[in-house]
């Protein structure tokens, strides 16, 4: 676990950067797939913890959400547009072949919603924002005092394929709705933030690189 600013850290993962887990003050932001339970496990003991917040329920998100909450006795955390797939009673979206296998192979068993989550609210000092179309509740987490921004799956900072480092956004059969998740771009660009965080690639520093990948996806 390395920290990224005052009071957000970042969980090691394998491969690093992957798929990643945050934990902003005592709230775990997303749980990986299922089998990263024992790495998460061991990064989080000891540690106080109040919440988990999934960014949005997807298969590399929400893994160990269950186990975490059970064992730490604390409730997980969702937008309102979530909750039905979050709780196992509507498909995860898209409801493709890709996403369902996705499910098959790394979802961790559905739990129940014990806090919705709402524009505005605020989760550790983070304002919640709603940025849609990965899936229909994918939200963000962005910090005012120091412009600090938990992105969830908006945007990568990885090609899938080589590790590499480089924005893009997440592939088509991935999102729910593929234009209005360029709107949400747009959304967080706005904010300028001086530190990104991205469900999958290693943060960025520079609130122009974002802006630059902003205006670029508009136009596509």
Known sequence: MHQIATGLWQLSGVPRNMINVYLMEDVLIDAGTRWAAGRILRQLRGRKLSMVALTHCHPDHQGVAKQICERWGIPLACHEAEVAAVEGRAAMQPDNRIV?????????????????????????????????????????????????????????????????????????????????????????????PAVVCFGHGPPIRDPALLERYASQAALR
Do not use: M, Y
């Open 100 to 192: 369902r296998l996705g499910h098959r192979l790394w979802s961790g068993p559905a739990h129940r919603v014990g806090c919705i989550l709402r524009e505005g609210d605020e989760v550790a000092g983070f304002r919640v924002i709603h940025a849609p179309g990965h899936t229909p509740g994918h939200s963000v987490f962005f910090r005012e005092a120091d412009r600090v921004l938990v992105a969830g799956d908006v945007l990568a900072n990885i090609n899938f394929l080589t590790g590499k480092p480089g924005l893009r956004r997440p592939p088509k059969f991935f999102s729910a709705d593929p234009a209005q998740n360029r709107q949400s771009i747009r959304l967080v660009a706005a904010l300028q």
